[in-house]
């Protein structure tokens, strides 16, 4: 059984190409292209979601700075920046973390959808990751070989606590990454579930890996659309919406509160 990835201890190995290199290569034709000023970033994978976004706050594009659309926020006693259409999945969704960090970003918090692993999680309902199974492929090009990848503490704090006034159910502990989304089995439902996995989604491992290896802190919230433990498969739900809706507004409060009192220096 070959190793995986082919190269042992790649993750330790420094690379040819350089993120740094993106960021250059921008500034060639945009010299402001510089988001280590703002809060940080909210990351969206859906494109209902940041349509809501481009409606609820008034913001200028940055076309050009990442991978699909860059969004700054201006006024609204915000600076922060959304961000989405650049795809589903770990490879897409780590891209883009390398090209925001190379551009200065300091905070990324992701906000999604996922499917429950848990009876009692609905849709509407919302998860906040404390920790990812690594079952996807680009993690373990970031980190050393482990089951699990965690997100920034501070910033999953102070994300929690930004939910904490909405009136919505808000359950943290550990969900399940994987990049083949029509190969959950049922033998790894049954026992990531017992396990207490909350959910799966098909990113979070890759981008707590990248922040890792970036000096990023980065968060994740995910709104639950459908069930594989009693399989339903995702319709269109006003809950979920509306919990879509909150967690983004809840990512913006947590991105300005963090920045006011930044984690102790090593602490992502």
């Known amino acids: 059984m070959n190793d995986f990835p082919l190269h042992p201890g790649k993750h330790a ?24 000023t703002l809060d940080g970033v909210v990351l969206l994978y859906q494109g209902r979601i940041l349509g809501h976004a481009l409606r609820t706050y008034r913001t200028r594009p940055r076309p050009g700075w ?3 659309g860059l969004h700054l926020v201006e006024g609204q006693g915000r600076r922060f920046a ?14 883009v973390v390398e090209q925001l960090a190379a551009l200065g970003t300091q905070r990324i918090i992701t ?22 199974l690594r079952d996807e492929g680009l993690s373990h090009h970031y980190l050393p070989p482990g089951r699990t990848a965690s997100p920034s503490p501070a910033l999953t704090q102070y994300l929690a606590e930004a939910l904490a006034p909405y009136d919505l159910p808000v359950t943290r502990g550990p969900i399940w990454t994987t990049d083949a989304p029509y190969r959950e089995t049922t033998a790894e439902v049954t026992r990531y579930g017992a396990e207490g996995i909350l959910a799966a989604d098909m990113e979070a491992a890759a ?19 459908d069930s594989l433990v009693d399989r339903r498969p995702r ?34």
Do not use: K
């Open 13 to 36: 190995l420094p690379a040819v190409p350089d993120p740094a290199e993106h960021a250059a290569y921008v500034r060639t034709t945009d010299p402001e292209a510089d988001l280590s």
């Open 66 to 68: 990442v991978r699909g």
């Open 82 to 95: 959304l961000c989405g259409g650049f795809g589903l999945g770990a490879p897409a969704a780590g891209l």
């Open 111 to 132: 906000v999604g959808t996922a499917a429950s692993l848990q009876r009692d999680l609905r849709p509407g309902s919302l998860v906040v990751a404390r920790s990812a």
């Open 207 to 225: 981008v707590f890996a990248v922040g890792h290896c970036r000096t990023v802190a980065v968060s994740t919230v995910l709104a639950i659309a």
């Open 235 to 268: 319709q269109h739900s006003p809950d979920t919406e509306h919990a879509l809706h909150t967690a983004l507004a809840a990512a913006a409060q947590a991105l300005h509160t963090s920045t006011a009192s930044p984690p102790p220096l090593g602490e992502h």
